[in-house]
Nanobody
Framework: QVQLVESGGGLVQAGGSLRLSCVAS????????MGWFRQAPGKEREFVAA????????SYLDSVKGRFTISRDNAKNTVYLEMNSLKPEDTAVYYC????????????????WGQGTQVTVSS
């Protein structure tokens, strides 16, 4: 029903920036809360950021507050994660996620996942 395609990952030096993009299929994109999760090697997947369907509400993992910004462009069916001041600890596979419920998404209860994009931050 919904396909999520991520891009923008790569290798960056500590202190650098990356912008991840996630393009969603379907005409109901604007009704979904969107978010980003990440999973580092040997660790559990963790919540990073979420944005409500209207864009009026956002939520962030404490360790990325002030460094990461989530945004969306419903006309383009796209959600973004701008990552600044990157640290080696940010290295992980980042996954785009979509769910009708903002609260559910923040809890990891999502209907749809992207394939993941690798972000590697070198020291």
């Amino acid at each position: 029903q919904v396909q999520l395609v991520e891009s923008g990952g790569g290798l960056v030096q500590a202190g650098g920036s990356l912008r991840l993009s996630c393009v969603a299929s379907g005409r109901t994109f604007s009704l979904y809360a969107m978010g980003w999760f990440r999973q580092a090697p040997g660790k559990e997947r963790e919540f990073v950021a979420a944005i409500s369907w209207s864009g009026s509400s956002t939520s962030y993992l404490d360790s990325v507050k002030g460094r990461f910004t989530i945004s969306r462009d419903n006309a383009k069916n796209t959600v973004y994660l701008e990552m600044n001041s990157l640290k080696p600890e940010d290295t992980a596979v980042y996954y785009c996620a979509a769910d009708p419920g903002f609260g559910h998404l923040r809890q990891g209860q999502v209907d749809y996942w992207g394939q993941g994009t690798q972000v590697t931050v070198s020291s």
